[in-house]
């Protein structure tokens, strides 16, 4: 018999990085000053994702050699802008970026196609707004979500203010952020304050890989809760925010033909007081810090330590950590995910307008001007209020009686309507923007999802299903940055004008969809899905979603699911 031990794992090439250069500062700034070099090396591309920067190239000019961009995300918690920040926004994406702004699946902004000279000065302008980029990205805490719903209750605004609370007690502390991109400065690593820099809450080598965190207030589920990593399901008693169920171990992230990655729904852990709030958000960001899967890049999420590990077990860790105890889970419901569009009225008598963004992509077109009269607003109205939708909308708040119809107007001189905004399946899709910017991408998604949801329209429209609201997201890659294995349908790239298709989520943000082809060619798209729309129309019940029927029906006549993993998740 063998007594030969297993061989420890190597801890992955990134860990290396990080415990070589604690700081994250990297050679960045010596770069950025080097005018004969075409981008950072490939050290410095991990290090600059800590820094809410990726290195990325135009995958339309490749064939003529690659030419070098740059994307950067903002770090906006719970997606609150001023008017005076969105004309900041807008003026960089003018300037220094492709004249637009992307809006993200996570309450952010986005600027693609920054050439490396631009570089420097956006990231500099983007912080004199009073907006950083700080742990948008990289083995950190990224952007904290929050319903962007203004106030129709005392508890909203109090949801809003943990947010940023959450968010500042778990941002990162290096110094490198602000040498490089505030004082233009080289840090320098070897001094001893440096090179023996260990962050107070990450420690020396960060966390396994990225954690994400969202704030939903029941029973609109508009972050997708049990897609976070860390969820606060918050509890209003009497008006008041009492504190909030804590959900865990959420998350989209896979990858095709790897059956150790997979989809997961977040686990309901306990209620506790909202005066534990950051205590106990340190104690779940510490766990997955000490028993994250640090060997494999694949498997480094917090869902596998919940699925590893148990909810019982993660319960008492995160516990014991935080000095609490917590309570059963307090019982709630949610109806939807999807945002309300048109005008609103908050609980302070204002207004605020829900306004449709086409894959979060604000543009100027020939008959939409969008992006200029999103400007022009802000420049005649400072009091609003820009708020970022999950669903990558965006809510104009804080509007007063006297500016409703004023308002309305100007987004009407820019083709802009506030009523009717979107058909009923592109008003209720996501994408992420794939190509040509972003290197993981497999297939078309942003470029593409509006011609394919046309056609799919006009599917539903031949068999008797016209303006019936269906969930659709895509993504370019399995990562699943729109959170694809949440939808009614979901499209999810496998290589150039080929995806994987997920049916049977549904509407609440609280079941996994499952594989139904694992290869369609887009051309095939309505060929296979019509037997299955017209099966729907004949054998759904009164008011049945499709995701449901799926569920119901469509599932039950299929193989045993064989992946160990949660399908439904339940509020409480």
């Not at 290869?519 to 017209?534: M, N, Q, S």
């Not at 129309?537 to 992946?563: C, I, N, S």
Request: proline share 4%; charged share 25%; with cysteine.
């Amino acid at each position: 018999m063998s007594t030969a031990a297993t061989p420890e794992k190597k801890p992955s090439r990134n860990e290396e990085l990080k415990t070589a250069i604690p700081t994250l500062a990297g050679n960045i700034a010596a770069t950025l000053a080097d005018t004969s070099a075409a981008c950072f090396s490939a050290d410095d591309e991990q290090f600059l994702k800590f820094h809410g920067i990726y290195q990325q190239d135009d995958r339309d000019l490749r064939k003529s050699g690659k030419q070098y961009i740059w994307m950067i995300r903002g770090r906006i918690p719970g997606g609150v802008l001023s008017a005076r920040q969105w004309i900041a926004l807008d003026d960089l994406a003018t300037q220094r970026a492709n004249n637009t702004l992307r809006l993200t699946t996570r309450q952010s902004v986005q600027f693609h196609g920054v050439v490396k000279d631009r570089l420097g000065p956006l990231m500099r302008e983007i912080n004199q707004a009073m907006i950083d980029t700080l742990a948008a990205c990289g083995d950190v805490n990224r952007n904290v979500m929050a319903s962007p719903m203004p106030a129709i209750s005392v508890a909203r605004q109090q949801v809003y203010e943990d947010s940023k609370k959450v968010s500042e007690a778990l941002l990162p502390q290096t110094k490198a952020y602000h040498s490089i991109w505030i004082d233009g400065v080289q840090l320098n690593l070897d001094a001893s304050e440096n090179k023996d820099f260990v962050d107070p809450l990450y420690g020396k080598t960060y966390l396994p890989r990225k954690f994400k965190v969202g704030f939903v207030i029941p029973p609109v589920n508009d972050i997708d809760i049990f897609t976070q990593c860390m969820g606060f399901i918050a509890i209003v008693q009497d008006g008041q925010l009492v504190g909030y169920n804590l959900t865990a171990g959420g998350g989209m992230g896979r990858s095709h033909g790897n059956t150790i990655t997979y989809p997961r729904l977040a686990d309901v852990v306990g209620f506790f007081p909202r005066s534990a709030l950051v205590e106990v958000s340190k104690a779940v960001l510490t766990v997955f810090r000490d028993f994250g899967d640090r060997t494999d890049r694949k498997h480094a999420r917090l869902k596998y330590v919940l699925q590893e590990k148990g909810v019982e077990w993660f319960r008492g860790e995160v516990a014991r950590r935080a000095g609490i105890e917590f309570q059963p889970a307090k019982p709630v419901q949610f109806i939807t995910t999807t945002d309300t569009y048109g005008w609103q009225k908050a609980l302070d008598g204002r207004w605020f307008l829900t306004l449709f963004v086409e894959s979060g992509r604000v543009k100027d077109t020939e008959t939409r001007r969008q992006k200029t009269a999103l400007r022009r607003v802000a420049e005649r109205f400072d009091g609003v209020e820009y708020r970022l939708s999950a669903n990558q909308n965006v809510v104009l708040a804080n509007v007063t009686d006297a500016d409703k119809a004023a308002i309305t107007a100007l987004l009407h001189e820019h083709g802009v309507t506030t009523e009717k905004q979107a058909g009923v399946l592109h008003a209720a899709a996501m994408s992420c923007p794939s190509m040509p910017t972003c290197g993981l991408g497999l297939a078309e998604s942003e470029r593409f999802l509006p011609s394919l949801l046309d056609r799919i329209q006009d599917l539903c429209t031949e068999v008797g299903l016209g303006g019936e609201e269906v969930i659709i997201r895509m993504t370019g890659c399995p990562n699943g940055c729109a959170r694809p294995y949440m939808a009614e349908i979901g499209f999810v790239g496998k290589g150039p004008g080929r995806y994987q298709v997920w049916l049977g989520g549904n509407t609440t943000g609280t079941r996994l969809n499952r594989v139904w082809k694992e290869t369609l060619k887009e051309a095939d798209t309505e060929a296979e899905l019509r037997p299955l729309l017209v099966r729907y129309k004949a054998e759904r019940l009164a008011g049945e979603r499709f995701g449901d029927w799926v569920a119901r029906v469509f599932w039950a006549e299929q193989p045993a699911e064989t992946a160990a993993t949660a399908t439904t998740a339940t509020a409480a």
